[in-house]
């Protein structure tokens, strides 16, 4: 799903419409917008769907924890922590494994990462 389609279009004007119905007391404003947010994403590669969900959560209970100001400070450089290893998994290390077995190719090593 591309920023300029139909599509796109459509979902936004359907999540903020559901956003704006649903009633303040009930507290579902965040989780439409979460679904949305994953709808869209998974729309792009459906295999991501481990890493979403645990980065969202991870992301939620260090919220939760911050709030209660439990070591928040520690709390807060463990959740950078975990999200910036699970970028590191998903996207940066094939990268990485391309970009050395491209070098080991130019320098004429048989070797394969």
């Known amino acids: ?5 139909l599509s796109f279009t459509v979902l936004v004007a359907a999540l903020l419409i559901l956003y704006y119905i649903l009633p303040k007391k009930w507290k579902l404003q965040g989780v439409v917008l979460l679904l ?5 994403y998974l729309s792009f590669n459906l ?5 979403l969900l645990f980065t969202a959560a991870s ?7 911050i709030g209660k ?4 400070k520690a709390v807060l450089i463990a959740c950078i922590g975990v999200n910036v290893a699970v970028w590191f998994a998903v ?8 970009l050395g077995n491209q070098f080991f190719s130019l320098i004429g ?3 394969q990462i």
């Open 47 to 51: 295999r991501h769907i481990i890493f």
């Open 36 to 40: 949305g947010s994953l709808l869209f």
């Open 91 to 98: 996207k940066a290390l094939p990268w990485t494994i391309d």
């Open 109 to 111: 090593s048989g070797i």
């Open 1 to 5: 799903m591309n920023y300029i389609s």
């Open 59 to 65: 992301t939620y209970l260090s919220a939760l924890l």
């Open 69 to 72: 100001n439990r070591g928040a």
